[in-house]
T-cell receptor
């Protein structure tokens, strides 16, 4: 069963760029990497998704190396409202049981400091 | 507004009670999910339904019983729970399939406390 690994927490000052990396060793060939954001007392919210190289949208960028065993979420010029927990999600197949798992990482708690 | 609603938002129950959590999605999606989120563990996928049929049951104890009467509604029936079952229970839906490739839309969750 594949696992994802993220830093438990990160601190950043307002206006800085923040990079959060997720490791995922057994990602399936056809699977994408998806990042979610979660504020306290709310469900997670989709931020960005990618398969390889670089993806950018209005809120973030996602960098994925050629081996796809990791991904980096980049938040440009963070503000206080970016304080949240960030999760990476990959799908993986348990080769033993043949079942399909949706594996969230443990999440990275980002604290933005004024 | 995510289009996924959950009721109740908070629930306190004793170990001998029977209660149900309700989830409703207004997005026209075909897949629905139950997750458990506790303080010490990451988001744990409990059940997945696709087109009203259960496609995944991640070794969840039988005291949790899901029900999906149609593609818009999902229930989680609870009975004889344990204090360690106290957690935030999140419902999500996605357009089709159960791959991580499909964006999931989450509800606000039900905060469950088992006494």
């Amino acid at each position: 069963l594949a696992k994802t690994t993220q830093p438990i927490s990160m601190d950043s000052y307002e206006g800085q760029e923040v990079n959060i990396t997720c490791s995922h060793n057994n990602i399936a060939t056809n699977d994408y990497i998806t990042w979610y954001q979660q504020f306290p007392s709310q469900g997670p919210r989709f931020i960005i998704q990618g398969y390889k190289t670089k993806v950018t949208n209005e809120v973030a960028s996602l960098f994925i190396p050629a081996d796809r065993k990791s991904s980096t979420l980049s938040l440009p010029r963070v503000s206080l409202s970016d304080t949240a927990v960030y999760y990476c999600l990959v799908g993986d197949e348990d080769s033993g049981a043949g079942s399909y798992q949706l594996t969230f990482g443990k999440g990275t708690k980002l604290s933005v400091i004024p | 507004e995510t289009g996924v609603t959950q009721t109740p938002r908070h629930l306190v129950m004793g170990m001998t009670n029977k209660k149900s959590l309700k989830c409703e999605q207004h997005l026209g999606h075909n897949a629905m999910y139950w997750y458990k989120q506790s303080a010490k563990k990451p988001l744990e996928l409990m059940f997945v339904y696709s087109l009203e049929e259960r496609v995944e049951n991640n070794s969840v104890p039988s005291r949790f019983s899901p029900e999906c009467p149609n593609s818009s509604h999902l229930f989680l029936h609870l009975h004889t729970l344990q204090p360690e079952d106290s957690a935030l229970y999140l419902c999500a839906s996605s357009h089709s399939g159960t791959s991580a490739n499909n964006e999931q839309f989450f509800g606000p969750g039900t905060r469950l406390t088992v006494l």
